[in-house]
T-cell receptor
Framework: GAVVSQHPSRVICKSGTSVKIECRSLDFQATTMFWYRQFPKKSLMLMATSNEGSKATYEQGVEKDKFLINHASLTLSTLTVTSAHPEDSSFYIC???????????FGPGTRLTVT | GDSVTQMEGPVTLSEEAFLTINCTYTATGYPSLFWYVQYPGEGLQLLLKATKADDKGSNKGFEATYRKETTSFHLEKGSVQVSDSAVYFCALRGNDMRFGAGTRLTVKP
């Protein structure tokens, strides 16, 4: 089946620094990837939809200048958390659509801790 | 907008007990419905899905039927195992993906 990977799986960074998270579709091309944030014991919150070759579409309330998304190729999307603060600590999950298939395939997630 | 409401947890059961996790939805149009499972420290995995009314999704002994008349997609399993302990998310795909809040299931031996 379709496989989506994320790197890194865990990252700890200091306040004020930036962190980049990669999302890759390993065996298929994904024109659309999605970025979610999951708070402890809560559901997934869609942050943005990443489209290859164009600007990402952000959900209401998500700061696009803080969460930079780049979808440079059909197999890679990146999320950069800029000037991270402790409240950005969370589990970030990406997913990708296989063309013509309704379901999304999820990556294993990245746990970000900002100290 | 579209939304999903699922039974609040946590749910604790003994091995071999019957499981039901309720899920209802509101949506315009005809969404596809999903159940995802998340094991500790991992991402979401698709458990089962149904794309139209009266479809039954099934996998690993879990079942859910797409009920348009009651706008529901309840998850059931006849006999749970310790390895089923996880968080279960009901979701729908309309214009975009919407998830329920998740239900944590713990199965004790």
């Amino acid at each position: 089946g379709a496989v989506v990977s994320q790197h890194p799986s865990r990252v700890i960074c200091k306040s004020g620094t930036s962190v980049k998270i990669e999302c890759r579709s390993l065996d298929f091309q994904a024109t659309t990837m999605f970025w979610y944030r999951q708070f402890p014991k809560k559901s997934l919150m869609l942050m943005a939809t990443s489209n290859e070759g164009s600007k990402a579409t952000y959900e209401q309330g998500v700061e696009k200048d803080k969460f930079l998304i780049n979808h440079a190729s059909l197999t890679l999307s990146t999320l950069t958390v800029t000037s991270a603060h402790p409240e950005d600590s969370s589990f970030y999950i990406c997913s990708a659509n296989l063309a013509g298939v309704y379901e999304q395939y999820f990556g294993p997630g990245t746990r970000l801790t900002v100290t | 907008g579209d939304s999903v409401t699922q039974m609040e947890g946590p749910v604790t059961l003994s091995e071999e007990a019957f499981l039901t996790i309720n899920c209802t939805y509101t949506a315009t149009g005809y969404p596809s419905l999903f159940w995802y499972v998340q094991y500790p420290g991992e991402g979401l995995q698709l458990l089962l899905k149904a794309t139209k009314a009266d479809d039954k999704g099934s996998n690993k002994g879990f079942e859910a039927t797409y009920r348009k008349e009651t706008t529901s997609f309840h998850l059931e399993k006849g006999s749970v195992q310790v390895s089923d302990s996880a968080v279960y998310f009901c979701a729908l795909r309309g214009n975009d993906m919407r998830f329920g809040a998740g239900t944590r299931l713990t199965v004790k031996p």
